[in-house]
């Protein structure tokens, strides 16, 4: 690990940097501490340490354990909202997916290209290319190019090439725009540890259970480290809450009225493979509330989402089969073949966080962010969207620097690439020369520069030490045993969880949703991590009952009969 008094630490973040970073926020007072690990407190960790803060970042669950691992993967302007005359945010969302494409992570986000199935031939063709020609123009407004094709005209006989599988009744003719897809809990690690590598203390599985305040004004928390069972408390002149849909329980701690409300609302997401129906491109659909998106995702689809009103167990939402059929049920509208349960191989729900406001139905509340200093030592930043996570932390930093004394220099995260990305075209391009040296396919190559940029490096180390670590997992093919093993070394990952669900997508994408792999994962983490043969068991059981709770928590016809279902299989680390 690099030296504390140079100008970085290291680019890894494992037990020891974890320990450090918790003797640190114990002995020290900090400028900022973020109270929350998702897309926002993560990004206002990077934006507060680069600013040169003294910054810590704490999360009660594992990096982007929320919200933030569980969303569409898009990372888009939210061209629906372009409907709503929300111009505003359309605009800035279009800016960052070009910062985000271009600048900040190429190896995490990459352009993704989306078909608009259109059903009357003039009048909507004019409708909605009128506006994709504004989502275009707005895409420019940034002072650099988009970094994606603009939006094209297709007629039905180009619309059939393109997408065999579409029913020839379901459309006269279609529009192609782009837009960026990301793989959300990887950006997310990747974020965190960039800001480790600039100086932030970070500690995951670290629950904040109350704020320390002298008279009105919060000055640090009160903290539980879930691995240790160690209380301590932590002094910073200024906190930032980022905890997302737990918004309002972690205001309460400070025992003074919100200036707002965060509502949830439950999306869900399937999984299916990429053979069950021939496209090109992803879809947009219309349905009576929103709209639907079927999105390429490496061997499969992904389709969501729903939009629905949740107020029940925050940490698990759960899908249930009334929620899995209207998916089914919207999407097939326009299928030749319709999908059934049988195809169904990954299921994820996610909680958004949204400001609430008059309206009764969560598609309609805001998708914009507030700020609030809600007592004097406290910002709160809530709602908006994963895409403009870099805006809403600049905001939040912004509000906590104007109360600190002396002047703090302005945001510059526009311009900081994340760990593993600069660097990484020049290696795409010689990706053939990097297999053949290794003795890998090419395709094993490209995966993992997708995944960690030039940072891929550190990995080939790992497998030319052992060559055993290039060994696919059981069930899971695209993934190899030096992506466990890094996980737990390298990015944080301090359960076998955190692995499956995060690090890597297994627990989505593979057609058991890990259960061949928990076992041989297990192991590789248990060299990294110390485990003995009894935690090594303990944490394949408790993953194997967090797969068959889920199974069948989607069997059920509501949310409470899932939520009670879900509920059943404890966490690793009870973090209530």
Same mark, same amino acid.
């Given at each position: 690990m690099a030296n504390r008094n140079t100008v970085s630490r290291s680019t890894k973040l494992g037990l020891e940097e974890r320990r450090d970073a918790i003797e640190a926020l114990k002995t020290k007072e900090l400028d900022v501490l973020v109270v929350g690990g998702g897309i926002v407190g993560a990004g206002s960790a990077l934006d507060s340490v680069t600013r040169g803060l003294s910054t810590g970042i704490l999360e009660a669950r594992d990096w982007a354990s929320g919200t933030s691992s569980r969303s569409s993967k898009l990372v888009h302007g939210g061209i629906r909202y372009l409907e709503q005359l929300d111009f505003r945010l359309v605009r800035e969302a279009l800016i960052e997916r070009g910062l985000l494409l271009q600048r900040i992570a190429p190896h995490l986000v990459k352009p993704v290209k989306f078909l608009y199935p259109l059903n009357r031939p003039v009048f909507e063709r004019v409708y909605i290319g009128a506006g994709m020609l504004l989502y275009d123009l707005?895409?420019?407004?940034?002072?650099?190019?988009?970094g994606v094709p603009h939006h094209r005209h297709l007629s039905k006989r180009q619309v059939q090439k393109s997408i065999p599988s579409l029913r020839n009744n379901a459309f006269v003719g279609g529009l192609t725009y782009y837009d960026a897809q990301v793989d959300d809990a990887r950006y997310v690690a990747s974020l965190v540890r960039t800001a480790s590598f600039y100086g932030a203390h970070a500690a995951s599985r670290v629950r904040v259970e109350g704020f320390l305040k002298v008279g009105q004004r919060v000055v640090g928390v009160k903290a539980?480290?879930?691995?240790?069972?160690?209380?301590?408390?932590?002094r910073a002149r200024q906190v930032v809450n980022a905890t997302g849909v737990w918004t309002d329980d972690t205001q309460a701690m400070v025992g003074e !009225?919100?200036?707002?409300?965060?509502? #949830?609302?439950?999306?869900?997401?399937?999984?299916?493979p990429r053979d069950r129906f021939q496209s090109t491109m992803g879809l947009l659909l219309?349905?009576?509330?929103?709209?639907?998106?079927?999105?390429?995702?490496? !061997?499969? *689809?992904?389709?969501?989402?729903?939009?629905?009103?949740?107020?029940?167990?925050?940490?698990?939402? #759960? $899908?249930? $089969? /009334?929620?899995?059929?209207?998916?089914?049920e919207h999407v097939n509208k326009v299928l030749a073949v319709p999908l059934t349960r049988d195809d169904v191989e990954g299921v994820y729900a996610g909680l958004r966080p949204l400001l609430a406001g008059e309206s009764d139905q969560t598609s309609k509340l805001s998708r914009e962010h507030l700020v609030a200093h809600s007592v004097p030592g406290l910002v709160v930043i809530a709602g908006g969207k994963w895409t403009t996570y870099r805006v809403m932390a600049k905001d939040a930093i912004d509000a906590a620097a104007d109360a600190l004394d002396g002047k703090v220099p302005q945001s510059i995260t526009e311009?900081?690439?994340?760990?593993? $990305?600069?660097?990484?075209? $020049? /290696?795409?391009n010689k990706r053939g020369k990097i297999a053949r040296a290794f003795g890998v396919h090419k395709v094993r190559i490209e995966h993992l520069l997708n995944r960690y940029g030039v940072l891929t490096d550190e990995l080939l180390d790992l497998m030319r030490a052992r060559p055993e670590l290039n060994e696919a997992l059981p069930g899971a093919d695209d993934y190899i045993g030096a992506e466990i093993?890094?996980?737990?070394?390298?990015?944080?990952?301090?359960?076998?969880?955190?692995?499956?669900?995060? !690090?890597?997508?297994?627990?989505?994408? #593979? *057609?058991? !949703?890990?259960?061949s792999a928990a076992p041989v994962a297990a192991r590789l983490m248990a060299g990294v991590l110390g485990w003995d043969d009894e935690r090594t068991e303990r944490e394949v059981a408790t993953y194997l009952k967090r797969v068959a709770a889920e199974r069948a928590s989607q069997e059920q016809p509501d949310d409470e009969s899932a939520d009670r279902i879900r509920l059943e299989a404890p966490d690793i680390v009870a973090a209530k």
């Amino acid at each position: 690990m690099a030296n504390r008094n140079t100008v970085s630490r290291s680019t890894k973040l494992g037990l020891e940097e974890r320990r450090d970073a918790i003797e640190a926020l114990k002995t020290k007072e900090l400028d900022v501490l973020v109270v929350g690990g998702g897309i926002v407190g993560a990004g206002s960790a990077l934006d507060s340490v680069t600013r040169g803060l003294s910054t810590g970042i704490l999360e009660a669950r594992d990096w982007a354990s929320g919200t933030s691992s569980r969303s569409s993967k898009l990372v888009h302007g939210g061209i629906r909202y372009l409907e709503q005359l929300d111009f505003r945010l359309v605009r800035e969302a279009l800016i960052e997916r070009g910062l985000l494409l271009q600048r900040i992570a190429p190896h995490l986000v990459k352009p993704v290209k989306f078909l608009y199935p259109l059903n009357r031939p003039v009048f909507e063709r004019v409708y909605i290319g009128a506006g994709m020609l504004l989502y275009d123009l707005f895409s420019y407004t940034g002072g650099r190019p988009p970094g994606v094709p603009h939006h094209r005209h297709l007629s039905k006989r180009q619309v059939q090439k393109s997408i065999p599988s579409l029913r020839n009744n379901a459309f006269v003719g279609g529009l192609t725009y782009y837009d960026a897809q990301v793989d959300d809990a990887r950006y997310v690690a990747s974020l965190v540890r960039t800001a480790s590598f600039y100086g932030a203390h970070a500690a995951s599985r670290v629950r904040v259970e109350g704020f320390l305040k002298v008279g009105q004004r919060v000055v640090g928390v009160k903290a539980h480290d879930l691995e240790t069972g160690e209380r301590f408390e932590v002094r910073a002149r200024q906190v930032v809450n980022a905890t997302g849909v737990w918004t309002d329980d972690t205001q309460a701690m400070v025992g003074e !009225r919100g200036q707002f409300k965060v509502r #949830a609302s439950k999306g869900i997401h399937l999984l299916v493979p990429r053979d069950r129906f021939q496209s090109t491109m992803g879809l947009l659909l219309r349905t009576e509330k929103s709209v639907l998106f079927v999105i390429p995702w490496g !061997r499969h *689809w992904i389709i969501g989402t729903t939009d629905t009103d949740w107020n029940l167990d925050k940490a698990h939402p #759960a $899908a249930t $089969a /009334a929620d899995i059929d209207y998916l089914l049920e919207h999407v097939n509208k326009v299928l030749a073949v319709p999908l059934t349960r049988d195809d169904v191989e990954g299921v994820y729900a996610g909680l958004r966080p949204l400001l609430a406001g008059e309206s009764d139905q969560t598609s309609k509340l805001s998708r914009e962010h507030l700020v609030a200093h809600s007592v004097p030592g406290l910002v709160v930043i809530a709602g908006g969207k994963w895409t403009t996570y870099r805006v809403m932390a600049k905001d939040a930093i912004d509000a906590a620097a104007d109360a600190l004394d002396g002047k703090v220099p302005q945001s510059i995260t526009e311009n900081i690439a994340l760990l593993g $990305a600069e660097g990484y075209q $020049a /290696a795409w391009n010689k990706r053939g020369k990097i297999a053949r040296a290794f003795g890998v396919h090419k395709v094993r190559i490209e995966h993992l520069l997708n995944r960690y940029g030039v940072l891929t490096d550190e990995l080939l180390d790992l497998m030319r030490a052992r060559p055993e670590l290039n060994e696919a997992l059981p069930g899971a093919d695209d993934y190899i045993g030096a992506e466990i093993v890094y996980a737990a070394s390298h990015e944080g990952a301090l359960h076998l969880e955190d692995v499956l669900a995060r !690090r890597t997508r297994i627990s989505i994408e #593979a *057609w058991d !949703r890990g259960v061949s792999a928990a076992p041989v994962a297990a192991r590789l983490m248990a060299g990294v991590l110390g485990w003995d043969d009894e935690r090594t068991e303990r944490e394949v059981a408790t993953y194997l009952k967090r797969v068959a709770a889920e199974r069948a928590s989607q069997e059920q016809p509501d949310d409470e009969s899932a939520d009670r279902i879900r509920l059943e299989a404890p966490d690793i680390v009870a973090a209530k």
